[in-house]
Each structure stands twice: as structure tokens, then as C-alpha cells.
């Protein structure tokens, strides 16, 4: 049928490393349990290492923790990111100050949501490229966890 050739040929174009959105989700909610089961030094240990349970698809995809002071507590690529008291005034190449709405799905009455604004893409160079990040807060917590896909081009991310 037309369907179904529709449907075979929308997966042969399908970018090879094509990062769904509910694994994103599945990702952040899978890093928040392990905090309250292990604990958030266990947890940051584990977002931190670029080798870890944190880090898929050919080290492009990952996980991040963060406090609702807007302090980043743990990042596989970016570990100098820890080392500021808060990323609340730090602002993408377009001025968008994306750690503000970060904190601002956190605290939402829902507590998740989607962000976008430009990031680089790890081991990919500096330049930025749009990226859209899943926000999630710990339940009962003052932290959070996120992880994102990179728009390389309508319909095709990572």
C-alpha cells in the first residue's frame, strides 16, 4: 500500500542517529529514581562520566543535573560548568538566558517541560546549533535533571 511505502521510506531517510523524545524522557526520569534510591553524590558521579550510564549515542546525548539556584552540579562534557555558584545570567549566542527557563520548567506546577535554545554539539566543535532540552525535577527535590536533542536541520536532529 502507499502507507506502507510511505512508511518504509520515512525510515530509510531516517537520520542513523536519530534520538527519539521519549528516550530523552525515559533517560531524565531513569537519572532522578537513582537519586532517590542512591543518593546525589552517587547520581552526580554517575551524569559525570562521559563513559557512563548517562551518555548514548556515540557520546552525543547526556545528562544533566542541576539545583533550582541554577548551579550545575553535574555534566559528562562540560565540567567547568560546576565550578559557578549559579548559570543564571549566562545567555546562548542569541542572548537567551536558557538556565532562567531551565529553572522556570522546574518550579512549573508540572515540574517538566521542553526548552530551546543554542548549544554545541559535544565533540562536534564550539559552534552552536539548536538544541531542545527536556527538563524534569526530582520529585520532592531542589533539583533537576535535563537532557536534550540537537536540530541539525528541519527534521533531522540528534
Not at 532517590?36 to 547520581?43: E, Q
Not at 548551579?71 to 559528562?76: N, Q, S, Y
Request: charged fraction near 20%.
Amino acid at each position: 500500500s502507499v502507507l506502507m511505502a510511505l512508511i518504509a521510506i520515512a525510515l530509510i531517510t531516517a537520520p542513523v542517529h536519530a534520538v527519539r523524545r521519549d528516550v530523552i524522557i525515559d533517560k531524565c526520569k531513569e537519572a532522578a529514581g537513582m537519586i532517590d534510591n542512591k543518593g546525589i553524590k552517587a547520581v552526580s558521579k554517575a551524569i559525570d562520566n562521559p563513559e557512563g550510564p548517562f551518555v548514548w549515542n556515540k557520546k552525543v546525548n547526556y545528562v544533566f543535573l542541576m539545583d533550582l539556584s541554577g548551579k550545575m552540579l553535574a555534566h559528562p562534557f562540560k565540567p567547568g560548568l560546576k565550578k559557578h555558584a549559579t548559570l543564571l545570567e549566562y545567555a546562548d549566542i542569541k542572548g537567551k538566558k536558557f538556565f532562567v527557563d531551565f529553572v522556570n520548567v522546574a518550579i512549573s506546577e508540572v515540574g517538566m517541560g521542553w526548552v530551546n535554545y543554542m548549544w554545541p554539539i559535544p565533540g562536534r566543535g564550539d559552534t552552536p546549533v539548536k538544541k531542545s532540552t527536556f527538563i524534569y525535577r526530582v520529585p520532592g527535590t531542589d533539583y533537576f535533571v535535563g537532557s536534550g536533542l540537537y536540530v541539525v536541520k528541519p527534521g533531522e536532529y540528534y
